[in-house]
């Protein structure tokens, strides 16, 4: 088996691991995204009053439950686009009381040194673009898209998992190159690179590694 860092020979080549490229898989990815790992959100509530809950929507691999959590989707993209640090909603369940919904709000990473100062901002903002929304719906169960209150909002909280880069960059690059990886951040990614990345600051040309 030529493969190296825990490739797989196919017997026509290598098939390798997350974040590690080359012939023989014998190279650390020049860049690892990891912002996804940062698993910013705020847990949030909403019930949905023009929607009678069905028990196959208390099955998430039920057609009910997969449309619903769509158009629930949908919606909270478009009341959530101007939240600048929004970057989606994941529905954790649907219980009864027309549709109550719980559900965590996805964030890109803060900017700032103090991230819980800033989740907690965002919090803020969130709850109040999803209650100008509310206030604004005049519903009936015939009116077409979803009408929610946001009463039960007072129970979000911010769910902050925030790791020191350095460590989580440790944690997801390739274990025989992980000491060559430092976190860099850009925009709203937190990136794991190495003296090789291109176009970073202080990059030199390195060549096969």
């Not at 989707?73 to 009864?96: A, E, F, K, P």
């Not at 040194?113 to 919090?123: E, I, V, Y």
Request: glycine fraction near 6%.
């Amino acid at each position: 088996d030529p493969c190296q860092n825990g490739g797989h020979w196919t017997g026509l080549g290598c098939v390798c691991p997350p974040n590690v490229e080359g012939e023989r898989c014998q190279f650390g990815a020049p860049t690892i995204n990891i912002t996804a790992e940062l698993g910013l959100s705020v847990m949030m509530m909403a019930r949905v009053t023009n929607r009678d809950f069905s028990k196959d929507m208390g099955d998430d691999s039920s057609t009910a439950y997969r449309n619903f959590v769509a158009e629930f989707s949908r919606t909270m993209d478009r009341i959530y686009r101007n939240v600048s640090s929004y970057r989606g909603t994941q529905v954790l369940s649907l219980t009864r009381g027309s549709v109550v919904v719980n559900y965590k709000v996805l964030l890109h990473p803060p900017a700032g040194d103090n991230p819980t100062t800033s989740l907690d901002h965002q919090a803020q903002k969130l709850l109040a673009a999803a209650s100008t929304a509310a206030q604004a719906q005049n519903c009936s169960h015939s009116t077409e898209g979803l009408c929610f209150s946001m009463s039960s909002s007072r129970t979000a909280h911010t769910d902050v998992s925030v790791l020191n880069a350095t460590e989580l960059c440790k944690k997801y690059t390739p274990a025989n190159f992980s000491r060559y990886y430092y976190p860099y951040r850009m925009q709203n990614s937190l990136l794991c690179i190495t003296n090789c990345t291109l176009n970073v600051p202080g990059s030199i040309n390195c060549n096969s590694g």
